[in-house]
């Protein structure tokens, strides 16, 4: 079965980055988009970023643009989210997704000083 597990989250303060992990099982990864989504308090899920089973193309949210990078290891069934900058409106649980019906668990963070 499809398995999505998250890692790299956790508090930063403004300014400061962190790269998220997600690694996968169950179906061919270097066949898949990969997408990171995120959820904040009492706010929507919402796309962040995707990128194409090579890596060669990826699309992000305009909130993010600049500041974050995805990228993925074919190799090691990974896909990555770089974030630089943060900001304390990027406090969310990060998810990543696949055939746009599986989801990680998630993991949170939390920009604060």
């Known amino acids: 079965q499809v398995q999505l597990v998250e890692s790299g989250g956790g508090l930063v303060q403004p300014g400061g980055s962190l790269r998220l992990s997600c690694t996968a099982s169950?179906?061919?990864?270097?066949?898949?988009?990969m997408y990171w989504y995120r959820q904040g308090p009492g706010k929507e899920r919402e796309l962040v970023a995707h990128?194409?089973?090579?890596?060669?193309?990826?699309n992000y949210q305009d909130s993010v643009k600049g500041r974050f990078t995805i990228s993925r290891d074919n190799a090691k069934n990974t896909v990555y989210l770089q974030m630089n900058s943060l900001k304390p409106e990027d406090t969310a649980v990060y998810y990543c997704?696949?055939?746009?019906?599986?989801w990680g668990q998630g993991t949170q963070v939390t920009v604060s000083s």
């Open positions: 990128i194409s089973t090579t890596g060669r193309f990826t």
């Open positions: 169950g179906f061919t990864f270097s066949s898949a988009p």
């Open positions: 997704n696949v055939f746009s019906t599986h």
